[in-house]
């Protein structure tokens, strides 16, 4: 079964943070790099969408969220029916804590 991927608008918002960050930091070349890296990852998540690590800590509004590593960032994501929603773009040196806050914020602009 191949699942849909689904980025919700919080999603592109720190992507596009953290992309910002990447070529501001290391240039161009690095930029493409990682974001190519990140895509290929997120499309595997079309085939094998329990590869992400299961995160109950950080489960909110009934998603059983998962993380899916990539270097320095995470995919944060849950599987609803068939599709793969990515609900945030997380930068790995930031306090984790921190993450449980930004999806309970991002949950009330729903």
Not at 31 to 51: C, G, H, T
Not at 95 to 103: A, C, I, Y
Request: hydrophobic letters at 40%; one cysteine or more; glycine letters at 4%.
């Amino acid at each position: 079964m191949v699942y849909k991927i689904e980025w919700i608008g919080e999603a592109r918002m720190s992507l596009d943070t953290e992309m910002e960050y990447v070529f501001a930091e290391f240039g161009q070349n690095t930029l493409a790099k990682v974001y190519n890296d990140l895509m290929e990852r997120v499309s595997q998540l079309q085939i094998f969408p329990r590869i992400g690590v299961r995160c109950e800590d950080l489960d909110y509004l009934g998603y059983k969220i998962r993380i899916l590593h990539v270097k320095k960032v995470s995919v944060v994501y849950a599987i609803i029916d068939q599709t793969v929603q990515i609900l945030y773009i997380w930068n790995n040196q930031q306090d984790p804590g921190r993450l449980v806050e930004v999806l309970k914020m991002s949950s009330h602009d729903k």
